[in-house]
């Protein structure tokens, strides 16, 4: 039996990237350093094959070929960031002209093909020059980011159909300050609850300043929601996958659609004094300018068990007191990466968003399979990646299925639309529709971004079942 996956009508369909991924840096550019531009300055050798920030996918000077290359593979949908950077390289003061030209060029490219144009402020990427004044443990951060988000909407919200205040905020939390890969690379939980809590309220004053400016122009967050299943129904199992929820997933979520934090979360910060230094006028900020909608990010699930560390007065507090990780046996795996793959968290995540956030607007803003050697899978000048299509063709249904019982989504964008710079790893997994050659940055089709143009034109695809 054939089943046709029909999407609703006006459903998106894209792709998402962001500046420090692909854009590079181009002498006299006016590009100012960035935490990653610094990192990789003093630590190259942590950077796999000791590959940096400085070329990524030469966006900024390719911009048209790959704006043609949206495109052809069906894209009416594209997510990418500015980089704070390179619009006001000291992350206060004067910006950077050059910077401004080719932001409204590439939007305008973008716009005048018909694509939405969805632009994020934020990629993990902060001028470094506010990194050395105490990054984002510093609140004084928080007034920076609020003027540069100012100043990117009086530029460019002509050109933008919405905006997005952070990509994955919880990400810099976990790998920077209770994990060693992203900078500063330092393991403190009171200063990762700092940065966390100066993320939330830095986003709030964003969708504040937003509607300020333009009070019909929607603004979302971008959030990694990795739902947390237990290893088993004992309630040890069931707290750490609770507490691991409240960590990864929660503590953004909550505030950012409901506009408040969650109870035990509190408690949690209280008992083991993690609690950041808030006022109440900040609270009300962020009470009051909760998200027009929301982007969900979503690879693999989070599986846990009881912890097996138990904490010690004097301890370096870390996750790994409150839940440990689970192998789950005979999961389905992308041998190329070693992530699960389970297709169902993206159903599970929709019926969470419909039954206990009041069924917000969102969409599927990153999903992706990342692939290590990938030029082994061409024929014929093309690569065949057959895998990449099966993996998008399972989370689809899935997501179907989530829309089907009621859940308010309204498009679905992979990462990404070509393959990009990506941090630590750099260019050791591909993720692309389009294959870039690193040496001569060529880019090519790759079968996928084939297959996709058409699942965008029929508004979904057909599956023998």
């Known amino acids: 039996m054939i089943k046709d996956y029909r999407f609703p009508a006006g459903f998106l369909w894209g792709s998402s990237t962001s500046g420090p991924q692909s854009e590079g840096i181009e002498a006299g550019d006016g590009k100012g350093m960035s ?16 590959i940096g920030p400085e070329q990524t996918s030469t966006f900024y000077k390719n911009f048209a070929q790959d704006v043609d290359l949206l495109v052809e593979t069906g894209h009416t949908v594209f997510r990418t960031s500015i980089q704070w950077s390179r619009l006001i390289p000291q992350g206060r003061g004067e910006i ?23 632009v994020n402020l934020y990629h993990f990427d902060l001028p470094y020059a506010l990194q050395e004044e105490g990054g984002w443990e510093s609140k004084e951060i928080v007034w920076a980011y609020e003027a540069y988000a100012r100043t990117c909407f009086q530029l460019f919200d002509d050109l933008v159909d919405r905006w997005i205040t952070f990509n994955e905020p919880i990400v810099p ?6 994990g060693t890969c992203h900078y500063p690379a330092k393991v403190d939980a009171k200063a990762a609850v700092a940065v966390a809590y100066h993320t939330q309220l830095a986003s709030a004053l964003a969708v504040q300043a937003c509607h300020a400016h333009n009070p019909d122009k929607k603004i979302a ?30 503590s953004f979520l909550d505030p950012s659609l409901q506009g408040s934090y969650p109870d035990e979360l509190l408690d949690l910060l209280e008992e083991y004094g993690l609690q950041p230094q808030v006022t109440d006028e900040e609270l009300e900020v962020i009470a009051r300018n909760t998200v027009d909608f929301l982007g969900v990010n979503y690879y693999q699930p989070l599986r846990v068990q009881a912890p097996s ?13 409150f839940f440990a990780p689970y192998d789950l046996p005979g999961k389905k795996i992308n041998p190329h990466r070693g992530w699960e793959i389970y297709e169902q968290g993206l159903y599970d995540i929709a019926l969470n968003l419909r039954d206990n956030y009041g069924n917000p607007e969102w969409l599927v803003t990153e999903n992706g399979m990342g692939v290590e050697g990938e030029e082994t899978f061409r024929d014929q000048g093309r690569i065949q990646d057959d895998y990449r299509i099966d993996f ?3 989370h689809l249904k899935e997501l179907h299925r989530g829309i089907e019982a009621g859940s308010n989504c309204k498009g679905y964008m992979m990462w990404t639309f070509i393959d ?3 941090w630590l790893n750099a260019y050791k ?18 079968k996928s971004g084939l297959w996709f143009k058409d699942v965008s034109r029929r508004n979904g695809f057909l599956e023998e079942e």
């Open 420 to 422: 990009c710079w990506s």
């Open 392 to 394: 998008i063709k399972g």
């Open 96 to 118: 950077n002209q050059p910077a401004v030209n080719f932001y409204r060029q590439v939007f305008q490219a973008i716009r005048e093909r018909g694509i939405q144009l969805y």
């Open 309 to 321: 560390l138990t904490y010690q007065e004097g301890d370096q507090l870390l996750p790994d007191h």
């Open 173 to 178: 939390v976990e790998c920077g300050y209770l």
């Open 429 to 446: 997994n591909r993720y692309g529709f389009v294959e870039l050659d690193y040496e001569s940055q060529e880019r090519r089709l790759k």
């Open 35 to 50: 935490n990653w531009d610094y990192w990789y300055s003093i630590e190259p050798e942590r950077f796999h094959g000791q």
């Open 221 to 250: 967050i971008v959030l990694n929601l990795t739902p947390a299943y237990a290893k088993s129904q004992d309630p040890a199992d069931q707290k750490a996958a609770r507490i691991a929820e409240l960590f990864q997933t929660r």
